[in-house]
């Protein structure tokens, strides 16, 4: 069974910084792309980031620059360590698994202005 536990959010201010976690299990984690999105009041889940098995990350235009993406496949563990927060940046975070349909239960973060 899959499980997908995310963590770290919370209030920041605009310009401040959060690390997400989300610690995964019930998969071959060391060999699964993992992935985070994000979905705001009203507005559809939109994807964020992706990292690969071997590492190759993406990222939406909205971030880059801003959200580093990473793993630790000794933690079955996938982060988002986020910088130069924005108000637009408020949302509930996610993780998933690429291939697989499970979602976590999401970490809101809530960057004030």
């Known amino acids: 069974q899959v499980q997908l536990v995310e963590s770290g959010g919370g209030l920041v201010q605009a310009g401040g910084s959060l690390r997400l976690s989300c610690a995964a299990s019930g998969i071959r984690f060391s060999i699964s792309a993992m992935g985070w999105y994000r979905q705001a009041p009203g507005k559809q889940r939109e994807w964020v980031a992706t990292i690969t098995s071997g590492g190759i990350t993406n990222y939406a235009d909205s971030v880059k620059g801003r959200f580093t993406i990473y793993r630790d496949n000794a933690k079955n563990t996938v982060y988002l360590q986020m910088n130069s927060l924005k108000p637009d940046d408020s949302a509930v975070y996610y993780c998933?698994?690429?291939?697989?349909?499970?979602w976590g239960q999401g970490t809101q973060v809530t960057v004030s202005s």
């Open positions: 998933r698994a690429i291939g697989y349909t499970t």
